[in-house]
């Protein structure tokens, strides 16, 4: 038995591996900037989201602007209960969905 090609062998393949990681790091630095830029052009290019006015955003409509709702486990007038709108967690606007908080479509 010799241990040494083994150490070798393993060394050659963190060498491989690492190259491999490099790479695929840098791929996805590439891609991201690609995206990124890619982005920038269609942000450009595109028109404001007729929705939310170029806002991304709107008033939320479960709630109205309330950040509470009024909601009834039972339906029953009596046990109505002012709830932290589910919608829009209290914030008062919702994400655009039309351009999914984008501001533009
Ligand atoms: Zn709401
Ligand atoms: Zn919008």
Redesign the pocket.
């Known amino acids: 038995m010799n241990p040494k090609p083994f150490r070798a062998l393993s060394k050659g393949a963190a060498i491989v591996f690492g190259g491999f990681l490099i790479l695929n790091l840098s791929t996805t630095v590439a891609i991201g900037a690609l995206r990124s830029f890619a982005e920038k052009k269609r942000k450009k290019l595109a028109l404001?989201?007729?929705?939310?006015?170029?806002?991304?955003?709107?008033i939320c409509k479960l709630c109205k602007g309330n950040a509470t709702i009024r909601w009834s486990p039972l339906y029953d007038p009596i046990y109505i209960n002012p709830c932290v709108c589910p919608t829009c967690d209290g914030n008062r606007v919702q994400r655009?969905?039309?351009?999914?908080?984008?501001?533009?479509?």
């Open positions: 404001p989201c007729g929705l939310c006015k170029g806002k991304g955003f709107y655009c969905l039309n351009c999914t908080g984008k501001g533009y479509s």
